[in-house]
Structures are given as C-alpha cells and as structure tokens.
C-alpha cells in the first residue's frame, strides 16, 4: 500500500481551482435575469459544450473510482455500460431528441404529462429526485470523501462530505445550469488530462501489457463474459445494460437537461452525439488501468481503493494536484448537476404548478433554495453508501429496481400512438409494487439469486405489457395529446427532406453511423 500524502503544492493546485470555479458560478449569475436563464442557460448551449458537459456529468468521481475498482475485481466487462452508451446517445439523437426539444419542456416528467397525464409527471418527479439525492449526488460526495480519507485519516468522513457538498452547492445555488455547463467543460479537459496522465505513468511502471496478461484470468479481460459471470453477463448485457442506459442518457432529467439547453435541434444532436464518441476513450484510460493495478496491487483490501492508490504511488508532486483538481472536478460535475436537476424538477414540476402566480424571478430564487436543500439531504445519506460491496454495483442495482417502468414508458409512449394516460398510471403502480417486491426477495430473503441485469429486463416486460393491455382496453388518448409527441413514418420523411440540403458531415444521421460502426469495432477488437 503506498502512502497518502499530499504536498503543499498539490493542495494549492486544487485550492486555487476550487476557488475560480465557485468564482465562475457567482460571475455567471450575474447574467441571469430568468427562469429559462437560470434551470435551461437560456437554451443558448452550442454542441461542444453540451458534449463536454455530458461527459463530465457522466464521468464523475463515483464513475472514475467504479470503474477501475470493478475492472481490478471482476474484469473489463465493467466497459459495457461505457460504449453501450455512445449506441443509446446514437438512437436518442435520431428518435428521441426532437420531441424533447419541440415540446419546450423543461423537465422529463413534464414531458410524460404532455404525453399522458399528471400522475405520471408527479410519480417521475418524486422518483428522479431521491435517485438524485440517494444515487447520484450521493454517491459522488462518498466518492470523493473515500479518497480525502485517505490522505486525512483523522478527519471525520461526515465533515469531508459537508465541506465537499457546500463548495459544489455554492456556485450551483448561484449560477444554475449555465455555471454548470461552463464549468464542466474546464473539469471534462482536466479529467480527461489525469486520466491519460495516470493510464501512461502506470503504464511505464509496468513495462509491457505481457505482465499484465500473466496476471490476469484471459475472460477477465473480455467485454463479453458468460451467463453465469456476476458482473456483465452475456445475457444481460443485450437487456439490462441497454435498458439502464436509454434510461440513464435518455430520461435522466440531470443528462438531458444539457440537451434541452441546446439553442437548436442540430446542436442538441451534434451534441449527444459527440458525447458518444467521448464514451469510447474510457476503456483505455479508467478501465485498463484498473486491470493495471492488478500487477502493482494485488493484495488492495477493497476494489474501490483502486483509483486513488494509482493517483498517490504514480504521480509526483505537481502532476498530482493537477489529477486531483481533475478528481475533484469530476466530483464537483455530478454534484452540481444533479442538484441543479433536481432543484428544476422541484420547481417547475411542483412550485409552479401549485403557485403560478410566481413570476420568473420568484422560481428562480426557489430553485436556489431546494438546490441547498438537496445538497444537505445528500450529504447526510453518502456516508451510509460504505456498507455496499462496490460503489458502482451499488448505482447501477438501485436503479434497477426503480427505473424500468419509466423506460417502459417514455419507449411506448413515442412510439405507439394508442399508448393512453390509464394505461400509463397501471404501469406505473405495478413497477413500484413488483419493484419492491423483487428487491426484497432477491436481495434480503436468499429465495431467489437473480442478477440485477435481468431484475430490471423482468420488470421493464411486466410493465409494458402492462402498459399496451390497460391501454387497448380503454379509450385511446386525444390525437391533440399524441400529435407532435410521437415518432411517425411522415416524421422521418419530413426530416429526411430537410437532411437533403446540408453537407453529408453535418448530416446527424451519417454521424450516427460513424459512431455506432466505430464503437462495434471497439467491441469486437476486446470481443
């Protein structure tokens, strides 16, 4: 084990960085003058900001610290989730995108309403909340005081959080969602710069893949494992992994919000689909160098102690506060994402619907208000995340049990007319019934061992038949209620006419091709 120790010079690389980004969150709030400005940046985003800021907001310090410790333990199949995502961002440009933005929503519950009703804005509301608060804010502010503990032993893992969550919370409150994309594009360059920097050092340590190779199991290092490997098997990896991820990168509110900030429908495709390219990368500098570690670690007492081993024993004083700033970046992105999400669907799903005698400005100091809530909720249940065997196992098996009706869903609803609100609330009150249900018999009672892959295929089935059954057998829902909502042949006839005068390079749906064509042959390189 090496020894944490951090030089003056590294703690004020990452002091001086903390302090310009919360300098840039109250420099930023100074422009905002109203609801729109300050939940959607004034749906003024172009593409590389909004695929810079996808990627920051996905690759935060619980996705940096999971997927090394899950490739040190169970192999790379942990990657899975990482080039399935550029194939989901690829279907969400083409199909899904352009109803989001079309609807001028400003929350992904708001857009179920559109489709069917209110009950199914209310039941998504409350439930992307507490996976934002439990999950995702959560989960960053354990990772992020997992590797503090390390270098400050003697400190309390309860005050690192508060300190972490009030530095992230503080220029959130203030600037809102463009603080947020601004500064995600500075943290996605820096955490991109200390990943590469730790996959070489660790690389050079090593002195060639053939010890790394003697070393590991050979199905450790395959994406494609059998059905009964406890990580990513086969099976799962064709129903679970794409479910996961069309919810996570297509109905997340705090993904796709960056998305609704675009200032058109171009620049919201340019921009998911750049995020997907971004996904491909992290095979070679997260998950390798956890498979790295095995050679220079072998003995490390838990997995997720992987990723901050690497940062202490490699990297000499300087390089460090700059990787650290990095970490530290990517923590502070998933932190101020998820709060902003979360302050947006408090207030524009329930304030303003219960007050709409608010004006703009009102919301908007509301929103800051829940935002400082949230950010002491998440605070007080991130120390708890501990008692989990991995931090990453513990992100995806929560929203296994609880996202897959919502996929259900949003997946019907755009694509089958005769999808109706009735059929939408039975739907809804199976999968949280059924949800429960399965997670105390699969993870409490010991009757059944199922993979959490398959738990979230089952009830995503059991909820769409749902779905289509209740729906076929009530009245069908008001063309005015489908109209513009769902995807159609005449849609993409008409899209396909506007594609005829642009150059093939801007052509989103080449683009698509490219990146869906590139990541296959990643696949089938590591198959």
Not at 108 to 130: I, K, N, Q, V, W
Not at 249 to 261: A, D, I, P
Not at 274 to 279: D, I, Q, S, V, W
Not at 504 to 526: C, D, E, G, P, S
Request: glycine share 8%.
């Amino acid at each position: 084990m090496p020894q944490f120790q951090i030089h003056p010079i590294d703690f004020t690389i990452v002091g001086l960085y903390a302090l310009f980004v919360v300098w840039l969150g109250f420099k930023i709030a100074r422009t905002h003058e109203s609801a729109e400005d300050y939940f959607l940046a004034g749906r003024s985003m172009t593409w590389p900001l909004i695929g810079f800021s996808l990627l920051a907001s996905n690759m935060s310090s619980t996705t940096l610290v999971g997927l090394a410790g899950d490739a040190y333990s169970t192999g790379i199949s942990v990657y899975n989730y990482e080039w399935m995502a550029a194939v989901i961002l690829a279907f969400f440009a083409i199909f899904i995108l352009p109803f989001y933005l079309r609807s001028n929503v400003y929350t992904m519950p708001e857009f179920l309403e559109r489709r069917y009703d209110g009950r199914a804005r209310s039941y998504f509301s409350f439930l992307t909340l507490f996976l934002n608060i439990v999950v995702d804010t959560a989960g960053s502010l354990y990772a992020g005081a997992l590797m503090v503990k390390l270098v400050l032993p003697e400190v309390p893992m309860w005050q690192t959080i508060a300190v972490m969550a009030v530095l992230a919370g503080a220029y959130t409150i203030a600037g809102g969602l463009a603080a947020v994309i601004y500064t995600d594009l500075i943290q996605a360059i820096l955490l991109l710069i200390g990943s590469v920097i730790i996959t070489v050092v660790a690389f050079v340590k090593i002195g060639s893949w053939d010890k790394v190779l003697e070393v590991t199991p050979p199905e450790m290092l395959s994406l494609v494992r059998p059905l009964d490997d406890p990580a990513v098997p086969w099976l799962g990896l064709l129903t679970g992994v794409p479910l996961l991820g069309f919810y996570f990168w297509c109905t997340n509110q705090f993904m796709v919000q960056r998305v609704l900030s675009a200032k058109d429908e171009n620049h919201g495709r340019w921009g998911a689909l750049f995020a997907g390219l971004l996904k491909l990368p992290p095979l070679f500098i997260m998950v390798l160098p956890g498979a790295m570690a095995r050679v220079l670690y072998p003995d490390l007492p838990k997995a997720d102690l992987v990723y901050p081993t690497l940062l202490f024993d490699l990297l000499p004083v300087g390089i460090l506060g700059i990787v650290l700033a990095g970490f530290l970046a990517a923590l502070m992105s998933q932190i101020d994402s998820t709060l902003n999400s979360a302050s947006t669907l408090i207030t524009m799903d329930f304030v303003r619907r219960w007050r709409p005698d608010f004006d703009s400005e009102k919301l908007m100091w509301v929103g800051r208000g829940f935002t400082a809530l949230f950010m002491i909720l998440a605070s007080l249940w991130a120390p708890f995340i501990g008692n989990f065997a991995s931090l990453f196992k513990y992100l995806q098996q929560v929203l296994s049990y609880t996202v897959p009706p919502i996929a259900a869903l949003f997946l019907v609803g755009i694509f089958w007319r005769r999808a109706n609100a009735q059929g939408a609330f039975a739907a809804l009150m199976t999968g949280f019934v059924l949800g429960i249900g399965l997670f105390w018999v699969n993870e409490f009672s010991g009757w059944i061992h199922l993979h959490f892959l398959y738990v979230a295929f089952i009830l995503f089935l059991v909820v769409m038949g749902v779905l289509i059954l209740i729906s076929l057998v009530t009245p069908p829902p008001p063309a005015e209620k489908v109209d513009g909502l769902t995807w159609t042949r005449r849609f993409y006839e008409e899209e396909s006419r506007l594609l005829e005068g642009i150059p093939w390079y801007k052509n989103y749906r080449i683009q698509a091709i490219v990146l869906v064509a590139v990541t296959f042959a990643v696949v089938i390189w590591w198959w």
